[in-house]
C-alpha cells in the first residue's frame, strides 16, 4: 500500500535549541506517518533541544544535518517549527534566510507555525501575502506587508509558491493536513 507523501522529501529548519515541542514533534511524526522523508536541519550536528510552551524543557529531537550542507534543490517542501527562541535565531540566520529563499524561488511549499514567520519578515516573503501567526506578531507581518488573518491555517498561493501558515499548537492538525494537501 501506497502511503500518501511516498517518495516526498521535507526539509524541516530549526535552530538547535528553543523550539516549540510539539510543533517540532508532531509534523515530524505525521509527515514521515504520510510517507514522507522529513530531514531535521538545524545549525550544528546533536539534537535540538525543544521547549514546551517557551518555558519548560522538553525532550530532544535528533539533528539529521546542518543548515550549510542541505540545498532546497534536494526537497520538496520547507517547514518551519516555531518557538520564540528558535524563530528568533532563525531570522537572524542567513543559511536559514537563503534556504527560505531558495525554496520559494523554486515554487516549493513552504509552511511556517507561530513565531516561525518571522523568517518570513526577514526574507520580504510575507510581502503581499495573507498569512497568520501568534497573534503577537501580527504588527511585525502586517509592518512587514503582510495580510494577518486569525484563522488556524491560512494558505496562500499568490506569489508562485504555496505559503502554509498556522497560528499556535493547537492548530498543528489544520497545519499539517495543509502540508499534505500541498505535496499530495
Known sequence: MTSTLDGRTILLLTSNFGTETDE????????????????VVAPDTGVVTTLERDRELG??????????TVKAA????????????NADALRGDE??????????????????ICHAPWLLVETGLADGRALTSVPTIRTDLVNAGGRWVDEEVVVDDSAGFRLITSRTPDDLDAFTAAIIDALS
Not at 525532550?59 to 550549510?68: E, G, L
Not at 543559511?95 to 511556517?112: E, I, N, Y
Request: hydrophobic letters at 50%; zero cysteines; glycine letters at 8%.
Open 95 to 112: 543559511t536559514a534566510q537563503f534556504l527560505t529563499r531558495a525554496f520559494a524561488a523554486d515554487g516549493k511549499p513552504v509552511a511556517a
Open 74 to 85: 534536494d526537497f520538496d517542501a520547507l517547514v518551519l517549527p516555531g518557538g520564540t527562541l
Open 59 to 68: 525532550p530532544v529531537v535528533p539533528v539529521d544535518a546542518t543548515h550549510a
Open 24 to 39: 517540532i514533534r508532531i509534523p515530524l511524526a505525521t509527515l514521515r506517518e504520510a510517507g514522507a522523508r522529513v530531514t
